[in-house]
């Protein structure tokens, strides 16, 4: 009986371990996805403006890479909205345009994803108990909500993204590879 209970507390330790991993990982994963979407939009701006010319794209690349927040902490909305209107791109209000209400169900769910990373990664229990509170666990079933949800949002973003460059530089920015 021991050892059952042992094994049973064993499994649940391992459990709680992989749930909280797949946190950090979906929200890993979106964070990257966001970075090469922005590096993808300064490629083409820096092609557009400097077309075959690669020392001047890279500097003109720059000033986008300096300011962009993603890159000094998480993918939530501010800072989305922030890197993506660098280039003049209001982002949520064109995800909105497109994808009429959905955008709120897509901003809870960044955020809260976020607050259970940063709850996780900093050890912070206040803000695991946060995200448990507006009904996102730390939980395999929670895992894949956020996932499902920021899959959507990836979608979108790279929809809306891709049709402002293309409209703002009149070429398809992605050539149906993403």
């Not at 939530?76 to 955008?103: H, I, K, M």
């Amino acid at each position: 009986m021991q050892t059952r209970l042992i094994i049973g507390r064993s499994a649940l330790w391992a459990a709680d371990e992989l749930d909280q991993a797949l946190v950090l990982r979906v929200a890993s994963e979106f964070q990257g996805f966001a970075r090469e979407l922005h590096d993808d939009a300064v490629s083409l701006i820096a092609e557009a403006v400097a077309p075959g010319d690669r020392r001047r794209q890279l500097l003109l690349g720059l000033p986008y890479q300096a300011a962009r927040r993603l890159d000094r902490g998480n993918a939530d909305t501010r800072a989305l909205n922030q890197d993506f209107n660098l280039f003049g791109l209001a982002l949520w209000s064109d995800l909105e345009q497109c994808n009429p209400g959905r955008v709120a169900g897509w901003k809870i769910a960044l955020e809260t994803l976020n607050t259970a990373r940063n709850g996780l990664a900093h050890d912070d229990a206040a803000k695991i108990q946060a995200a448990e509170q507006v009904g996102w666990p730390v939980s395999l079933a929670s895992v894949q909500r956020w996932r499902e949800s920021l899959d959507g949002l990836a979608t979108a973003m790279d929809y809306v993204v891709g049709a402002y460059l293309t409209a703002k530089f009149a070429a398809a920015p992605w050539k149906g590879s993403r």
